[in-house]
């Protein structure tokens, strides 16, 4: 079979015929496992039995979704066995029946972390550890005092930065960091003493990961989305965020420097221009740019990536920007920025280095001589 024309050949000698007889005994037994776990759910066998089969069969293919909406119906059921056997039970005052559904409930969903966090160890970008993950924790919201739910999700801030530091580009691990973020600053978990917002703390975060990776579009894709929290937050006036922008705009511009074909470098750029461009400049960093200011930035910005050509006029990413910065100045002005003379040389050379994408190419060649 081929994937992306490339024929999937196996690199090792051919299988004996004992590893494929080894092969097959396997194949059965995992065959069987499913039947005994589908019959089970279909008897409605919700135990500590079929939860064991689930786990069984999730250590050798977590990516069987359905196997894990099974085992949500089954810990569902378990947890208001839980419910039910403690409040009928004649042994214990009240408060003490509370204490020990709480300590039950907080050992199962414990008990299923510990079993996640060893799948994630070998298979960090399985959606499904990560789905089956955050539901655990959300039935700690649902099903535990304030107090005890919110140890479960600082311990899981805690994992999840330990499991960044380790792969730092895992996007699934960077939205999931978001995800328990928000939880974390939600009403349903502030217990009174925590700030509101975590947005500078994650945005010191991000600062620190780019410091190690600079081709980290995670972090800078997260970074774009505090920025406006933060100023927000702060109740910025239009002095404070221009300031801001400057500031990014310096720290990308040195980033590009020292990496110019690094396409998350250019990515966060294409987010900070958009305060140049007044349809779009509503989610900027300074959405209130004067016309006057965005005209003089656009100057700036042309002049500082023509200076870049010099060190990297093989970089298609240089060339795309500074048509779009050109494009945006005659929006604005209505006539094309003095750097623009080069315009025609800017998109031939584009269309030489970007082959595959001639027809965006000659489209973008129409809207020019249109402009």
Same mark, same amino acid.
């Not at 839980?82 to 300590?103: L, V």
């Not at 999931?176 to 925590?194: C, D, F, I, P, Q």
């Given at each position: 079979m081929?994937s992306?024309?490339?024929?999937?050949?196996?690199?090792?000698?051919?299988?004996?015929?004992?590893?494929?007889?080894?092969?097959?005994?396997k194949?059965?037994?995992?065959?069987e496992?499913?039947?005994?776990?589908?019959?089970?759910?279909?008897?409605?066998?919700?135990?500590?039995?079929?939860?064991?089969?689930?786990?069984?069969?999730?250590?050798?293919n977590?990516?069987?979704y359905?196997?894990?909406?099974?085992?949500?119906?089954?810990?569902q059921?378990?947890?208001?066995?839980m419910?039910?056997?403690?409040?009928?039970?004649e042994?214990?005052?009240e408060?003490?029946?509370?204490?020990?559904?709480?300590g039950?409930?907080?050992?199962?969903?414990?008990d299923?972390?510990?079993?996640l966090?060893?799948?994630?160890?070998e298979?960090?970008?399985?959606?499904?550890?990560w789905n089956?993950?955050s539901?655990?924790?959300?039935q700690?919201?649902?099903?535990?005092?304030?107090?005890?739910?919110r140890?479960?999700?600082?311990?899981? #801030?805690?994992?999840?930065?330990? $499991?960044l530091?380790? &792969?730092?580009? @895992? %996007?699934?691990g960077w939205? *999931? !960091?978001?995800?328990?973020?928000a939880?974390?600053?939600s009403?349903?978990l502030?217990?009174?003493?925590?700030?509101?917002?975590?947005?500078?703390?994650e #945005?010191?975060?991000?600062?620190? $990961?780019?410091?190690? &990776?600079?081709? @980290? %579009?995670?972090?800078w894709? *997260? !970074?774009?989305k505090?920025i406006?929290?933060?100023?927000?937050r702060?109740?910025?006036?239009?002095?404070?965020?221009?300031?801001?922008?400057?500031?990014?705009?310096r720290?990308?511009?040195?980033?590009?420097?020292? &990496?110019?074909?690094?396409?998350?470098?250019?990515? *966060?750029?294409?987010?900070?221009?958009?305060?140049?461009?007044?349809p779009r400049?509503?989610t900027?960093i300074?959405?209130?740019?004067?016309?006057?200011e965005r005209?003089?930035?656009l100057k700036?910005?042309?002049e500082k990536?023509?200076?870049?050509l010099?060190?990297?006029?093989?970089?298609?990413?240089i060339?795309?920007?500074?048509?779009?910065?050109?494009?945006?100045?005659?929006k604005?002005?209505?006539e094309?920025?003095?750097?623009?003379q080069?315009?025609?040389?800017?998109?031939?050379e584009?269309q030489?280095l970007?082959?595959?994408r001639?027809?965006?190419?000659?489209d973008l060649?129409?809207?020019?001589?249109k402009?």
């Amino acid at each position: 079979m081929a994937s992306h024309g490339v024929s999937r050949i196996s690199d090792g000698p051919p299988k004996t015929d004992d590893a494929r007889k080894v092969e097959l005994q396997k194949i059965q037994i995992y065959q069987e496992l499913v039947e005994r776990v589908v019959r089970a759910v279909q008897e409605q066998a919700f135990t500590l039995d079929t939860l064991q089969l689930t786990t069984k069969l999730l250590k050798d293919n977590p990516e069987y979704y359905t196997i894990w909406n099974y085992r949500r119906r089954i810990l569902q059921q378990m947890f208001y066995d839980m419910h039910k056997s403690i409040s009928q039970s004649e042994d214990h005052t009240e408060s003490t029946s509370e204490e020990i559904k709480i300590g039950m409930i907080k050992d199962r969903i414990s008990d299923d972390l510990r079993l996640l966090e060893r799948l994630l160890r070998e298979y960090p970008k399985c959606y499904w550890i990560w789905n089956h993950r955050s539901w655990l924790l959300q039935q700690s919201v649902n099903l535990l005092p304030r107090k005890d739910s919110r140890l479960f999700w600082d311990r899981e #801030f805690a994992l999840v930065g330990k $499991m960044l530091a380790r &792969d730092n580009r @895992n %996007f699934h691990g960077w939205g *999931y !960091r978001r995800k328990v973020v928000a939880a974390l600053e939600s009403k349903e978990l502030r217990t009174g003493h925590e700030a509101t917002t975590m947005a500078r703390e994650e #945005f010191d975060y991000t600062t620190r $990961m780019i410091k190690v &990776d600079l081709s @980290n %579009f995670s972090a800078w894709h *997260y !970074r774009s989305k505090l920025i406006p929290r933060m100023l927000d937050r702060d109740t910025a006036d239009d002095g404070q965020r221009k300031a801001v922008l400057d500031e990014e705009l310096r720290w990308i511009q040195h980033s590009l420097y020292a &990496d110019p074909d690094d396409q998350s470098l250019w990515s *966060y750029y294409q987010y900070m221009i958009t305060a140049f461009d007044p349809p779009r400049a509503k989610t900027a960093i300074a959405p209130n740019l004067t016309k006057t200011e965005r005209v003089e930035y656009l100057k700036k910005e042309l002049e500082k990536y023509l200076e870049l050509l010099d060190i990297a006029d093989d970089c298609k990413w240089i060339y795309q920007t500074l048509i779009q910065l050109a494009m945006t100045f005659k929006k604005l002005t209505f006539e094309w920025p003095e750097q623009a003379q080069e315009i025609g040389s800017w998109l031939t050379e584009l269309q030489k280095l970007d082959p595959l994408r001639s027809g965006r190419w000659n489209d973008l060649e129409k809207v020019i001589s249109k402009a």
